[in-house]
């Protein structure tokens, strides 16, 4: 269903069009059911890039708490996913965390990132708002002693939620990444970001300047038999291409792994290009 049933995910007309990342239980269908992940290998663009959500649907903060070993179980599940993850060929991670940086948190952060030797990044955000941690880097060392970077989210492409900062419609969101590669800009401290579509947010395409006009009629507001689709809603791989096009040249929009290589080599660039030698 996800690869062809839906127009708005792997099935969009227009995916390709810009370096996406699409979240997959990889760990999971290298174990169960391969074909699908060999599908999406076989069928994806230059454009598109995978990222294992991190061995199931778990907050890694809350993974196990009401036994007295957790932490030493959840290190168990890490190991095990990530032996997955190198023969899916995955390298980053990504979940959701239900503080993002209380101590549970973070020690979460540091007991999977010990776990594995050669892992690019984690991307963590918060379960509400998603874009709690407002793009902040957190640094923990694998196996080998390297440091290895969770960014949290910044940026969530959310319908009927403008009034939140850094949350709302592509035009709203667009307009925010402008603002804040400005205020960069003026402090020569270029930002790396990453932002997120939700996956049930409709929207409608509308040009110029009104930032609510993508927005679609609330769900409770709805008359009956209506239907997003019928009023020309959409969700998913496009409203974040609608939110790309609103952004100048100078911006750039790149795959997960540059984004990460460029949050490495900001912090430490003797290390980055030292593992960037050895990875050649």
């Given at each position: 269903?996800?690869?062809?049933?839906?127009?708005?995910?792997?099935?969009?007309?227009?995916?390709?069009?810009?370096?996406?990342?699409?979240?997959?239980?990889?760990?999971?269908?290298?174990?169960?059911?391969?074909?699908?992940?060999?599908?999406?290998?076989?069928?994806?663009?230059?454009?598109?890039?995978?990222?294992?959500?991190?061995?199931?649907?778990?907050?890694?903060?809350?993974?196990?708490?009401?036994?007295?070993?957790?932490?030493?179980?959840?290190?168990?599940?890490?190991?095990?996913?990530?032996?997955?993850?190198?023969?899916?060929?995955?390298?980053?991670?990504?979940?959701?965390?239900?503080?993002?940086?209380?101590?549970?948190?973070?020690?979460?952060?540091?007991?999977?990132?010990?776990?594995?030797?050669?892992?690019?990044?984690?991307?963590?955000?918060?379960?509400?708002?998603?874009?709690?941690?407002?793009?902040?880097?957190?640094?923990?060392?694998?196996?080998?002693?390297?440091?290895?970077?969770?960014?949290?989210?910044?940026?969530?492409?959310?319908?009927?939620?403008?009034?939140?900062?850094?949350?709302?419609?592509?035009?709203?969101?667009?307009?925010?990444?402008?603002?804040?590669?400005?205020?960069?800009?003026?402090?020569?401290?270029?930002?790396?970001?990453?932002?997120?579509?939700?996956?049930?947010?409709?929207?409608?395409?509308?040009?110029?300047?009104?930032?609510?006009?993508?927005?679609?009629?609330?769900?409770?507001?709805?008359?009956?038999?209506?239907?997003?689709?019928?009023?020309?809603?959409?969700?998913?791989?496009?409203?974040?291409?609608?939110?790309?096009?609103?952004?100048?040249?100078?911006i750039r929009v790149v795959s997960p792994a540059e984004m990460a290589w460029r949050v490495r080599m900001k912090h430490d660039p003797v290390a980055t290009r030292k593992l960037m030698e050895e990875r050649k």
């Amino acid at each position: 269903g996800f690869f062809r049933n839906s127009p708005y995910f792997w099935n969009t007309p227009s995916r390709g069009k810009v370096p996406f990342a699409w979240s997959a239980p990889l760990a999971h269908l290298v174990q169960l059911c391969p074909q699908p992940l060999e599908y999406a290998l076989e069928t994806r663009t230059p454009n598109d890039w995978f990222v294992e959500w991190h061995g199931g649907y778990y907050y890694p903060d809350l993974f196990a708490t009401e036994r007295p070993n957790r932490w030493e179980l959840l290190a168990t599940h890490a190991r095990r996913t990530w032996a997955m993850m190198q023969r899916s060929g995955a390298n980053m991670i990504g979940f959701n965390i239900r503080y993002y940086d209380k101590p549970d948190a973070l020690k979460a952060y540091e007991t999977i990132i010990g776990e594995t030797d050669g892992l690019l990044a984690l991307l963590a955000f918060q379960y509400s708002p998603y874009n709690a941690g407002a793009g902040r880097v957190f640094w923990f060392r694998d196996k080998r002693g390297i440091e290895v970077q969770v960014i949290t989210l910044r940026y969530q492409v959310w319908w009927n939620l403008n009034r939140r900062a850094n949350t709302g419609t592509p035009a709203k969101i667009a307009r925010e990444i402008r603002e804040s590669a400005e205020q960069a800009a003026q402090t020569e401290q270029s930002r790396h970001d990453w932002g997120m579509v939700h996956v049930w947010s409709y929207f409608k395409e509308a040009r110029g300047n009104d930032e609510g006009a993508e927005n679609l009629t609330p769900k409770k507001e709805l008359p009956e038999n209506a239907s997003y689709e019928k009023m020309g809603g959409v969700r998913g791989y496009a409203p974040a291409t609608w939110m790309t096009d609103r952004l100048p040249e100078s911006i750039r929009v790149v795959s997960p792994a540059e984004m990460a290589w460029r949050v490495r080599m900001k912090h430490d660039p003797v290390a980055t290009r030292k593992l960037m030698e050895e990875r050649k």
